[in-house]
């Protein structure tokens, strides 16, 4: 049986394809000759590739945050045919103070950046360990290795979905079913413009939330340095690799923001090590 790195024509599964990242892999992975399922809440988006590629494109509605139709998509998906990739891409971020976040804002984050991701690579484990293995992309960031002011629930979904991936990676090994983490840096997506915005407090207009938020309203794609056509060929090739990582940093923002927040994590870490044996039971 052939593996999934090496079939001659695979089948994708891939979530928020219509715009950003998620459309430049669709676009990529059926240039090089590949099957997509690709899922989108606006499916009309990807007509002209519908068009184009109408044998190897299935396009389906869907809305995350809603998990009956996950579980519909995800099981009509699989009655289907085998899937060899599944990249759980769809994301969108929250802006704002936690305190400023409505209950509902805070819910549908985490639902769509984690418990929906989560939910869709149980789904396919399974089929894919039946079928000798396969491989699932989990979209974070860099903000799932770092977190910055007024992006908290954004920080919780994407640091859960690194926590999550990192223990379904070691369960699966066996059966060469692969998880790769793909963290992207600042991207030209249009994530940035498209972020939704808590209604601003007073009590933190001048906080570093305020001057966050400043920021990112005075920010356009044309200061991002991330090519998303570059990352697709980064994502596709690195399911082709018979020996993937688990974390893939992808974006020169990305290496040097992990790099000094891993480094001042060690650092704090060393400076503990006394307290840390101290709490333990002596003979």
């Known amino acids: 049986m052939p593996t999934t790195s090496d079939k001659a024509v695979r089948h994708w599964f891939i979530t928020g394809a219509s715009s950003g990242l998620g459309r430049h892999l669709t676009r990529h992975v059926l240039q090089r000759g590949d099957r997509v399922t690709a899922t989108a809440r606006r499916p009309e988006a990807l007509a002209d590739l519908r068009a184009e590629h109408e044998d190897r494109l299935v396009v389906e509605a869907l809305d995350l945050s809603r998990q009956a139709d996950v579980e519909e998509v995800v099981g009509r998906t699989l009655r289907a045919g085998a899937v060899d990739v599944v990249v759980n891409n769809a994301g969108y971020g929250v802006l704002g103070a936690t305190e400023e976040m409505t209950p509902e804002q805070i819910r549908e984050q985490v639902e769509v950046l984690l418990l929906a991701p989560m939910l869709i690579t149980r789904a396919f484990l399974g089929p894919m360990r039946e079928q000798g293995g396969g491989r699932i992309i989990q979209v974070t960031s860099m903000g799932?290795?770092?977190?910055?002011?007024?992006?908290?629930?954004?920080?919780?979904?994407?640091?859960?979905?690194?926590?999550?991936?990192?223990?379904?990676?070691?369960?699966?090994?066996?059966?060469?079913?692969?998880?790769?983490?793909?963290?992207?840096?600042?991207?030209?997506?249009?994530?940035?413009?498209?972020?939704?915005?808590?209604?601003?407090?007073?009590?933190?207009?001048?906080?570093?939330?305020?001057?966050?938020?400043?920021?990112?309203?005075?920010?356009?794609d044309s200061v991002l340095i991330g090519d998303p056509a570059r990352l697709a060929a980064a994502i596709y090739d690195t399911t082709r690799d018979p020996n993937p990582p688990l974390r893939l940093a992808l974006g020169p923002d990305t290496y040097e923001a992990v790099r000094a927040a891993l480094t001042e994590r060690l650092a704090a870490l060393e400076a503990q090590r006394d307290l840390a044996a101290s709490v333990a039971f002596t003979r």
Not at 178 to 206: C, I, N, Q, W
């Open 144 to 220: 799932g290795q770092i977190a910055l002011p007024a992006g908290s629930a954004y920080h919780a979904g994407k640091w859960g979905l690194e926590g999550f991936t990192e223990s379904v990676s070691g369960e699966v090994a066996d059966f060469d079913v692969r998880l790769t983490l793909v963290e992207p840096g600042g991207t030209r997506t249009g994530f940035v413009s498209a972020l939704h915005r808590t209604e601003e407090s007073a009590a933190y207009r001048d906080s570093a939330v305020g001057r966050m938020r400043r920021q990112v309203e005075n920010a356009d």
